[in-house]
């Protein structure tokens, strides 16, 4: 999180005029001044190609967003038939949160901001759900108590 804040902070003060970055970059990074995304093959979906081209021109101000077909049969469908991309509805996400594999996954992302707290994180991942993931994440040494907090855990 600390190296993210610092890019952050360096393309808001100009120190930075570019930066180039996974499409990570559609997790919450706040990079309002970008004019430009450059979206190097489709990444799956129109909502995260959206996403992604979002990031540019949040101001209010001219933005651009190109993106680069790659080899693969989806790009090159688009590349040759762009209409169906543009005009193509937001995709529609199914997902189950009890999903241990989709569970862990955010638990440990979720620790990484912020230590969890079983009354408040139960309620939003499921009191059950949450107590097997968490033991499991911690035998696995991926979560460990927090040094200033005996009840709290942080992603390892």
Same mark, same amino acid.
């Given at each position: 999180?600390?190296?993210?804040?610092?890019?952050?902070?360096?393309?808001?003060?100009?120190?930075?005029?570019?930066?180039?970055?996974?499409?990570?970059?559609?997790?919450?990074?706040?990079?309002?001044? #970008?004019? %430009?995304?450059? &979206? @190097?093959?489709?990444?799956?979906?129109?909502?995260? $190609?959206? !996403?992604?081209?979002?990031?540019?021109?949040?101001?209010?101000?001219?933005?651009?967003?190109?993106?680069?077909?790659?080899?693969?049969?989806?790009?090159?469908?688009?590349?040759?038939?762009?209409?169906?991309?543009?005009?193509?509805?937001?995709?529609?996400?199914?997902?189950?949160?009890?999903?241990? #594999?989709? %569970?862990?996954? &955010? @638990?440990?992302?979720?620790?990484?901001?912020?230590? $969890?707290? !079983?009354?408040?994180?139960?309620?939003?991942?499921?009191?059950?759900?949450?107590?097997?993931?968490?033991?499991?994440?911690?035998?696995?040494?991926?979560?460990?108590?927090?040094?200033?907090?005996?009840?709290?855990?942080?992603?390892?």
């Amino acid at each position: 999180p600390a190296e993210r804040r610092q890019l952050e902070s360096d393309l808001h003060s100009g120190a930075l005029t570019a930066v180039a970055a996974t499409n990570a970059l559609e997790l919450g990074i706040d990079v309002g001044q #970008l004019d %430009l995304t450059l &979206h @190097l093959g489709f990444p799956g979906s129109v909502a995260s $190609l959206w !996403q992604q081209a979002g990031r540019a021109g949040r101001r209010k101000q001219s933005s651009l967003s190109v993106y680069v077909g790659f080899d693969g049969p989806l790009d090159q469908h688009f590349m040759k038939h762009p209409q169906e991309l543009f005009q193509r509805p937001i995709e529609c996400v199914r997902l189950d949160p009890c999903n241990a #594999l989709v %569970l862990n996954s &955010h @638990l440990i992302c979720a620790a990484k901001e912020l230590p $969890l707290l !079983q009354e408040l994180d139960g309620p939003l991942f499921g009191p059950t759900q949450l107590a097997s993931a968490i033991q499991t994440l911690t035998a696995a040494s991926l979560l460990g108590r927090h040094p200033h907090d005996p009840i709290a855990l942080n992603a390892m």
